[in-house]
């Protein structure tokens, strides 16, 4: 829970007989548990809220009464001829700089009767039938009588210290149910750090015995909540096509790329968007097929974006002219200047217009100065590239 934040908690009492003499809500798990009874956790040095239920002082009693449970004396128990009921603590205020982080219930439970723990958020207005506040994701009707309410983020260091002592002063020993979870039973210490593959509601308890009576355990349950932090990418990898690929104009083909975020299993989106150098935007998505009409050296750059990260990569293309024209000025073009402006043209027959013959020249005053007969020039190079059409 967040400091500063108002909460309540409310537990349902479910069975035919159930006394709940206290309950305790502490900031740390740091205190001292006794080797003869789970259910003390003496805090050292930590402010505590208790609600020991004397006089119905610290009781959430709805509008039509209390609900299958009776208070009086300092104790809850279940209304007579009532095989269920619930009961809310009044809104505990967080002090400035501390959490709420464990819930202690001292209660008996005979035959086949349990205690449900539910936390609220006193903040927020009831989003379930049954509830006088917001459920807080996660801490639902759990059952259990120690519930912790950790929430960290991914990536933070968790350390829960932790005493313990035996009365006849017998060595202990303990162990913990979760490998995530480092121990360190020399320190008494408890470490967790939390990775991309570590998100969520983590469960696990830590258990106590001593080396005399090994049979005779105290068991404490920890619920910690691992809220997922926005990681950036990793860099984008074009799959498609290659740097350096030749390609001709107008021709279709297809670009694609990779990048992987570990916050995509948690709902992430990556935005893939597509530019050129000399065509500008070309689109959006992963895979994106298209044609280039500009002929020419293009760089094509790939972003990738979140939202909040951004990365970036590029290749260079080489988009290929089907048709060459060459354009000279009147009386600068005879027979043999077209022979040689093919000749320096087939030194690159890579080109697809080389390699199909498709090398002009136009020679008037027209395609080189502007001027009126534009229109002459353009009825000229659309014979052209008709004539090249039909080949």
Known sequence: MRCGELRAIAIALLGLALTMPAFTGTQFVDGVLGEGDAQELVPKDTPVWADSLNDESRVYIPPGGLVGVDVSGGEARL???????????????????????????????????YVEVSILDATKEANEVGFANATVPNFVKLRSTDVSVYSIPQGQLLV???????????????DINNSLMGLSSQERQIRFEPDNYAIGTMRFGLKMYDIVSPDTKVILDF??????????????????????????????????????????????????????????????????TLAISEPGDHIITLTVNDEEFQKSTFIQLVIEPEVIIELQGEGMLDGADVERIKALWSTMPGLPAVRDGKIYAVGDTYAVIPGPRVVDLAERLAGILHQTEEQ
Do not use: R
């Open 160 to 174: 829960i210290d932790f005493t313990a002592l035996d009365v006849e002063g017998d060595g202990l020993l303990f």
């Open 79 to 113: 209304a007579p001829a009532s095989s269920e009921g619930w009961i809310a603590s009044e809104i505990i205020t967080c002090p400035t700089d501390y959490k709420y982080d464990l819930v202690i219930i001292e209660a008996e439970t005979p035959g086949n009767s």
């Open 223 to 288: 619920i910690i909540h691992v809220v997922n932090e926005n990681d950036p990418m990793d860099d984008p990898l074009i799959t498609h096509p290659y740097d350096g690929d030749e390609i001709t104009v107008n021709s279709t083909f297809y670009l694609s790329a990779d990048c992987y975020d570990p916050d995509i299993q948690y709902g992430q989106v990556l935005n893939f968007s597509w530019s050129s150098s000399i065509s500008g935007l070309l689109g959006y998505g992963s895979t994106l």
